[in-house]
């Protein structure tokens, strides 16, 4: 058996317990796993995956601002024809 050493690190626990759940569904441990990428940043000589910030479209952005601070984007309806006549107007 090769020799080993030790990493320590840091990580939120519910993150830990939900890593722990998807690596045990591959049939992985979190040791192995952590093998498995150290080994691919040595073989490809990089980050083995894109690290990015997603990119958003201008509405997408507005409506999560408007999520975080509370604006409530729907409207309730208690009348079919009214809410019929609003979809056709988006149109």
Do not use: C
Not at 23 to 32: Q, R
Not at 76 to 88: K, Q, R, S, V
Request: proline content about 3%.
């Amino acid at each position: 058996m090769a020799k080993t050493d030790n990493i320590n690190i840091r990580v939120e626990p519910e993150l830990k317990k939900e890593v722990e759940t998807t690596l045990n569904d591959l049939g992985m441990n979190l040791a192995e796993a952590i093998t498995v990428y150290l080994k691919q940043i040595v073989l490809t000589e990089s980050i083995p995956f894109v690290i990015g910030k997603p990119k958003l479209n201008k509405e997408t952005i507005e409506a999560i601002e408007e999520a975080q601070i509370g604006i409530n984007l729907s409207k309730g309806y208690t009348d079919l024809d009214e809410m019929w006549e609003d979809l056709e107007k988006e149109d």
